[in-house]
């Protein structure tokens, strides 16, 4: 049983269209996150939810929406695509104020 | 701010051969957390070891050990007896300790190739 999953794995899409990502966790946590890779394999934080709240927005375009509907979920829309947006965007979760982060497979977004 | 330096972008090691792979942070907090990830080709994010900073131990987990040296500000990830599946991205990363701001910071990570 997949603690953090995330679908899909793979998102081709065309510049201009909006796409969303789906991120659940079945491991209780309080918090979740997005976090970016990109082409360079950097990973930074975009967003961090406690208990469906936003606690962290690392200066990310409004066209990034995170929704979180029940704490064990974290969704990532996404609006009008840009080639810059291609990247790999891993869901996570952890139970603070104490441990690690559990990531997702992570979703391979492409923009044409 | 926080900052996590790796400075060995590859490193290329026979198998069986211990490794080291050398992580730098920058904070002035006094509480915080030091983790290592593992990343294969595959793509997912491996949770690897922990180490917190008031921990007078290094953190140790099966082949993995973390070389903690605080007055250094070093976390370096030490792997025994390299396996070819150890062949991965290393990332090291850093948790501040306040509730509220509960984001890792990672540094650029280390390509690890292990030679049969």
């Known amino acids: 049983d997949t603690a953090v999953s995330q679908t899909p794995k793979y998102l081709v899409t065309q510049m201009g269209n909006d796409k969303s990502i789906k991120c659940e966790q079945n491991?209780?946590?309080?918090?979740m996150y997005w976090y970016k890779q990109d082409s360079k394999k950097f990973l930074k934080i975009m967003f961090s939810?406690?208990?469906?709240?936003?606690?962290i927005n690392e200066t990310v375009p409004n066209r990034f929406s995170p929704k979180s509907p029940d704490k064990a979920h974290l969704n990532l829309h996404i609006n009008s695509l840009e080639l810059g947006d291609s990247a790999v965007y891993f869901c996570?979760?952890?139970?603070?104020?104490?441990?690690?982060?559990?990531f997702g497979a992570g979703t391979r977004l492409s923009v044409l | 701010a926080q900052k996590i330096t790796q400075t060995q972008p590859g490193m290329f090691v026979q198998e069986k051969e211990a490794v080291t792979l050398d992580c730098t942070y920058d904070t002035s907090d006094q509480s915080y957390g030091l983790f290592w990830y593992k990343q294969p080709s595959s793509g997912e994010m491996i949770f690897l070891i922990y180490q917190g900073s008031y921990d007078e131990q290094n953190a140790t987990e099966g082949r993995y050990s973390l070389n903690f040296q605080k007055a250094r500000k070093s976390a370096n990830l030490v792997i025994s007896a390299s396996q070819l599946g150890d062949s991965a991205m290393y990332f090291c990363a850093m948790r501040p300790p306040n509730f509220g701001n509960e984001k890792l910071t990672f540094g650029t990570g280390t390509r690890l190739t292990i030679i049969p």
């Open positions: 491991l209780g946590h309080d918090t």
């Open positions: 996570a979760s952890s139970q603070v104020p104490a441990g690690q982060a559990y």
């Open positions: 939810y406690n208990n469906k709240e936003l606690i």
